[in-house]
């Protein structure tokens, strides 16, 4: 007997912040939650910056214009902090 397992579907819904963490939603429901001091841009940045985020990459990506900084789906599932 098999199990048949939901497919996964890394783009992304929605991005989310608090004083800590970001977290990306998933479209398969799922949500990667990081520290924010992963990412020294984002953490520096002012809240209306946060917010201007856009859906890159075939929606596997996010980019913040004011920022210039662009992180994607496989990074965030993979843990990984932004270059030193």
Do not use: C, Q
């Not at 929605?14 to 949500?31: H, I, Q």
């Not at 990081?34 to 002012?46: C, E, F, I, Q, T």
């Amino acid at each position: 007997m098999g199990i048949l397992a939901a497919s996964a579907d890394e783009r992304v819904r929605d991005v989310r912040f608090d004083d800590n963490t970001l977290s990306v939603d998933l479209m398969d429901g799922r949500t990667i939650t990081v520290p924010l001091a992963w990412y020294p841009k984002l953490l520096d940045a002012s809240a209306a910056d946060r917010a201007n985020w856009e859906v890159a990459g075939g929606g596997y990506g996010l980019h913040w214009p004011a920022l210039d900084e662009d992180l994607s789906t496989e990074g965030l599932l993979r843990g990984a902090p932004a270059p030193a």
